[in-house]
T-cell receptor, first 114, second 115 residues
Framework: GNSVTQMEGPVTLSEEAFLTINCTYT??????LFWYVQYPGEGLQLLLK?????DKGSNKGFEATYRKETTSFHLEKGSVQVSDSAVYFC?????????????FGKGTLLTVNP | ETGVTQSPTHLIKTRGQQVTLRCSSQ?????VSWYQQALGQGPQFIFQ???????GRGNFPPRFSGLQFPNYSSELNVNALELDDSALYLC??????????????FGSGTRLTVV
């Protein structure tokens, strides 16, 4: 079946540090890949996405590149801010037909200190 | 455009009881999915509804059931509640015509506590 593996957290960084959160996946076919972010007490927000190999998703300074050869979709940001503190989830969608369910990783808690 | 709204935001139930959670999809979205997020875990897919019919289900027992209404709003029903059902329940909507790469819009969730 489909699965997503994220690096274990928590991750604690100082403001303006470089961020990488690793994500690898196993899926049949050609999945779409996503990063979602969850702020304390809230639901999930779509951060970025990529739908085919070598696509780069980007938003709010975050980037991730769909690497089919390594089945990876690592999240990066060059300079994190305190406001980036949240839980980050890597996810894939590989359903057939009209079934587009998401398979999530376990999440990585990021804390950014001033 | 309006987002996905869920009600109630918090709920406490006793083991063995039944619960109904509600979700209003984002305007223009015809597909709704429900996810269970246990504390410290990623969301787990419960089921999905498209055009008022279930068209996908995760590894959840039949006491988890749902409905989708003609206006694309949805309900999640859980019977015979167990302590392990305590979790954040997330509703997500999407527009099928955009394809699977479009992604879902999530609500803020309902926090269910079973005591």
């Amino acid at each position: 079946g489909n699965s997503v593996t994220q690096m274990e957290g928590p991750v604690t960084l100082s403001e303006e540090a470089f961020l990488t959160i690793n994500c690898t996946y196993t899926a049949t076919g050609y999945p779409s890949l996503f990063w979602y972010v969850q702020y304390p007490g809230e639901g999930l927000q779509l951060l970025l996405k990529a739908t085919k190999a070598d696509d780069k998703g980007s938003n709010k300074g975050f980037e991730a590149t769909y690497r089919k050869e390594t089945t990876s979709f690592h999240l990066e940001k060059g300079s994190v801010q305190v406001s980036d503190s949240a839980v980050y989830f890597c996810a894939l969608s590989a359903g057939g037909g009209s079934n587009y369910k998401l398979t999530f990783g376990k999440g990585t808690l990021l804390t950014v200190n001033p | 455009e309006t987002g996905v709204t869920q009600s109630p935001t918090h709920l406490i139930k006793t083991r063995g009881q039944q619960v109904t959670l509600r979700c209003s999809s984002q305007s223009g979205h015809n597909t709704v999915s429900w996810y269970q997020q246990a504390l410290g875990q990623g969301p787990q897919f419960i089921f999905q509804y498209y055009r008022e019919e279930e068209n996908g289900r995760g590894n959840f027992p039949p006491r988890f059931s749902g409905l989708q209404f003609p206006n694309y709003s949805s309900e999640l029903n859980v019977n015979a509640l167990e302590l392990d059902d305590s979790a954040l329940y997330l509703c997500a909507s999407s527009s099928q015509w955009r394809g699977r790469g479009y992604g879902y819009t999530f609500g803020s969730g309902t926090r269910l506590t079973v005591v």
